[in-house]
């Protein structure tokens, strides 16, 4: 546990205007990227690219699959900032650094959080290379006392007591499953429950069929704290799931997860991940009238 862990305002606004003051990009969107979805980075234009080792503050990825690299740039005139590999609790980190960048996001005047992720599927309709519209969570890291809002909490960003019952944006939500038509991808997509759990072992039997029975239709290792951060802070959140295996839920079942076959479902469908988000992002009422830095917040 961490609990006695804290950053200060301070610490976050250092990080905001270090990367402020090292690009002309003014970001209006923030994406992160999922377990083997980092080239979703590589169709924005104009780059600014900074690893995460040189950013003040910054935790460090040490999972493969995740570049460990803040890209700043365009994408169909949008100015985003795409993290290239995001930082799980597993790894070692506090949940509060885990979130580090979504307020250092906030200062810098980010409004949406775009979300994606790597996650296995407990529904029987949620196949492999199936993309999940993330429409609502179970944090069980979370319930049972982990979160990155435990602690004093800062009213600058947010409230003690933050909602939780609309975080994934509703507008955002109907927009991506319009996109999804055009795109003639409706077949692959479906809006489900994600939960979140500690990792890094895959999950037993007897767990997967708690999962299943408590109603999660995709089940990962992440996002969940990105999101309680996000929306405390009042940003808007969008959120993906690519499935990338079925959950073994039978002790008849000799199949077996493991992170490589994660990576690869994810570079075969990154580049579909990357067409929906990207016309999501193209697609989404920005308001461009917002201050950056020292009154953001
Ligand atoms: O960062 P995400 O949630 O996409 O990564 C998933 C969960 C584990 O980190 C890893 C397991 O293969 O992929």
């Known amino acids: ?63 493969q699959g995740h570049a460990g690299c803040l890209v700043f740039g365009e994408l169909k005139g949008r100015s985003c900032v795409c993290m290239q590999g995001r930082f799980h609790m597993y790894e070692g980190h506090s949940l509060l650094k885990t979130t580090f960048p979504i307020r250092v996001f906030k200062l810098m005047g980010v409004q949406t959080l775009v979300v994606t992720n790597a996650a296995g599927s407990l529904a029987d309709h949620l196949h492999p290379g199936d993309i999940m519209i993330i429409k609502d969570h179970i944090n069980i890291p979370g ?36 996109v999804t038509k055009q795109l003639d991808i409706a077949g692959l997509v479906q809006e489900g429950v994600y939960a979140m759990v500690g990792g890094p072992n895959f999950e037993t039997i007897a767990e997967a069929r708690m999962l299943h029975r408590l109603g999660v239709d995709a089940v990962g290792m992440s996002t969940v704290p990105e999101v309680v951060v996000a929306t405390h802070c009042g940003m808007q959140v969008f ?28 570079r075969l469908r990154s580049e579909t991940v990357q067409q929906l988000v990207t016309e999501v992002i193209s697609r989404m009422e920005i308001n461009n009238n917002i201050d950056r830095t020292s009154s953001a917040v």
């Not at 959120?239 to 994810?266: A, F, M, P, R």
């Open 143 to 178: 319930l049972a006392g982990l979160n990155p809002l435990h602690g004093p909490n800062d009213d600058k960003f947010g409230p003690r007591f933050p909602a939780m019952s609309s975080c994934y944006d509703r507008g955002l939500r109907s927009l991506a499953l319009e």
């Open 239 to 266: 959120g993906l799931s690519l499935i990338t295996n079925k959950v073994v839920k039978s002790y008849e079942d000799s199949d077996c997860v493991n992170h490589d076959g994660v990576l690869e479902v994810g």
């Open 1 to 63: 546990m961490h609990s006695k862990e804290q950053i200060s305002h301070d610490d976050y606004q250092k990080t905001a205007e270090w990367l402020m003051s090292r690009t002309k990009h003014r970001p209006q969107v923030s994406i992160i990227c999922g377990s083997g979805l980092g080239r979703l980075a590589d169709s924005l234009s104009c780059r600014d690219q900074f690893s995460y080792s040189e950013i003040p503050g910054f935790p460090q990825s040490t999972v």
